[in-house]
């Protein structure tokens, strides 16, 4: 393909989402890491206003400006919010909607890992921060925005999750476990779209994103001479969050959309 027809077909694709995501409002949990950060300037360019939480004040603020920085006029916004508590994320959820009128996206970012050189030496420790790092936030921010998100005809319900969730390794028992237990309950909400969308289907969508690993600048410029083979851009994976706006939500939802081979 030429240079000329790759610029081309950007420029269509750029535009497309803009369209879907055009006046959008969409919430972003775990907002204030890498790919948080990409996310938020992936979905402000794309025409959304973007609201981010994170427990971290201080890095999410610094999220919020870069974001407003790269894109000029863009409405993006942080809350300091404390997923773990379900009543926090309740009012967090409130806010949103009844600040801007609606709520198209909550994209869940909130990632965490610990793990181990074996099976036998897995920490049950690590199961305990786990868990509530990547399934107690789940549920909440699930809980929080079902009803806004199925007040919406545009709503989607994202998940980044890791492959390792399908084929766990020994020394990542409590990592695999806990993104399994995420993927479970998002399709679970997935399956609440499809019975309220009845007989015309889902109007809603919850879908899961699965990559290997991301990667980042940062990472590559501490590591300049690892391949990080497999790995998933957070510029990439901001680009198919985007994306999923594309689709029909009959066609993601209650799906694992892989980024990883």
């Known amino acids: 393909m030429s240079n000329s027809v790759q610029e081309a077909t950007a420029m269509t694709d750029t535009d497309a989402i803009r369209d879907s995501l055009d006046g959008a409002v969409i919430a972003v949990a775990g907002a204030a890491g890498p790919a948080g950060r990409a996310t938020l300037k992936r979905l402000a360019e794309a025409g959304a206003t973007v609201v981010g939480a994170d427990a971290d004040a201080e890095r999410l603020a610094e999220a919020v400006d870069e974001a407003r920085y790269a894109h000029g006029g863009a409405t993006v916004i942080g809350d300091t ?82 492959a390792g969730a399908s084929k766990p390794t020994a020394g990542n028992a409590a990592y695999s476990a806990s993104k399994a237990a995420a993927e479970a309950w998002t399709l679970a909400l997935g399956d609440a779209f499809r019975k309220a969308g009845g007989d015309a289907g889902p109007r809603q969508a919850a879908a899961i994103l699965v990559v290997k690993a991301l990667v980042h600048d940062a990472m590559r410029a501490e590591r300049p001479n690892a391949k990080f083979a497999g790995f998933t851009d957070v510029k990439e994976l901001a680009d198919a969050i985007a994306d999923v706006w594309n689709k029909p939500a009959a066609e993601v939802n209650g799906t694992r959309l892989w980024l990883a081979e």
């Open 81 to 162: 919010v404390d997923l773990l508590d379900l009543g926090a994320t309740r009012e967090w959820a409130g806010r949103v909607e009844k600040d801007f009128g609606r709520i198209d996206g909550l994209v869940h970012l909130v990632g965490g890992w610990r793990g181990s050189k074996s099976f036998a030496e897995t920490d049950l420790a690590d199961w305990d921060l786990l868990e509530k790092l990547l399934i107690r936030t789940v549920q909440h921010t699930s809980l929080a925005f079902q009803e806004g998100l199925g007040r919406s005809d545009r709503g989607r319900y994202l998940l980044i999750s890791a």
